[in-house]
């Protein structure tokens, strides 16, 4: 039988670069698909190596804009369960379909949905033809996943769960010990200041995910404007 997993060339692309991450709070006045997709090209045009998106509408607008490597994913809430980041393999095989390289998925040992385990999503990923990037908490997440066949192991939830609640972050030993394994290491998380992404390097990330930083923009605003006079629900 032929091996469904796909060339590594994405990988290669993202190597040593910056992801940005092109995501809005739900209540946020930009989160509109085709403002997030021109905020995706604005990342490209200024040295984004690759960008990392949710919602299928995004998607499928955003590999209409650019054409370095995207990251896809769904985050969906299922009454009963905790993970919310493309849970199950159906949400998996439909970002897949909208045009994403690489599907991100949550790889912690909770239940899931669907009742699925970490190999059935990885496996659906790369009979769809695409990456499989696993989303984790901790080093057993993260190992358990390589072993399942994830091309990616990243740290985004680290300080996500109830197990890691109060990490620091960006979680650098967690990265360090990532890459121990065979498998291309994402340092995502707690990323605001460039001196942190040039430490995740330094332990050993193949790349680095950059969001709230860089495009979430009723956060960088609130951050400003609290230290303004003119602050809302601020006491004269």
């Known amino acids: 039988m032929s091996d469904p997993r796909p060339a590594d060339a994405p ?26 997709a021109a905020m995706a090209e604005a990342a490209v045009r200024n040295g984004a190596a690759g960008i990392r998106a949710r919602s299928l509408a995004c998607l499928t607008l955003m590999r209409k804009a ?13 009454d009963g369960f905790e993970p919310y980041i493309t849970p199950t393999v159906a949400d998996a095989e439909a970002v897949a ?18 009742r699925s385990s970490i190999a059935d999503t990885v496996r659906a990923i790369m009979t769809a033809g695409k990456l499989a990037m ?18 990616i192991v990243a740290t985004t939830l680290s300080g996500y769960t109830p197990q890691t609640s ?9 990265i360090e010990r990532m890459a ?21 390097f330094d332990r050993g990330a193949d790349a680095v995910v950059v969001g709230t930083a860089i495009t ?4 960088l605003v609130r951050r400003f404007a609290g230290l303004t006079d003119a602050a809302p629900n601020r006491s004269k």
């Open 97 to 114: 379909a909208s045009g994403a390289d690489i599907v991100a998925f949550d790889a912690t040992g909770r239940p899931r949905p669907d």
């Open 66 to 78: 650019i054409e370095v490597p995207l990251i896809g994913l769904v985050k969906i809430a299922y």
């Open 216 to 219: 979430n923009v009723d956060w």
């Open 11 to 36: 990988l290669e692309k993202l190597r040593g670069g910056l992801i940005v991450s092109v995501q809005a709070d739900d209540d946020s006045a930009i989160d509109r698909p085709d403002v997030l």
């Open 134 to 151: 696993a989303d984790c908490a901790t080093f057993d997440d993260a190992a358990r996943a390589a072993e399942a066949g994830a091309h």
């Open 180 to 200: 121990t394994l065979d498998t291309f290491v994402v340092c995502e998380g707690g990323v605001h200041r460039p001196e942190q992404l040039r430490a995740a």
């Open 166 to 174: 109060g990490r620091a972050l960006p979680d650098l030993d967690l």
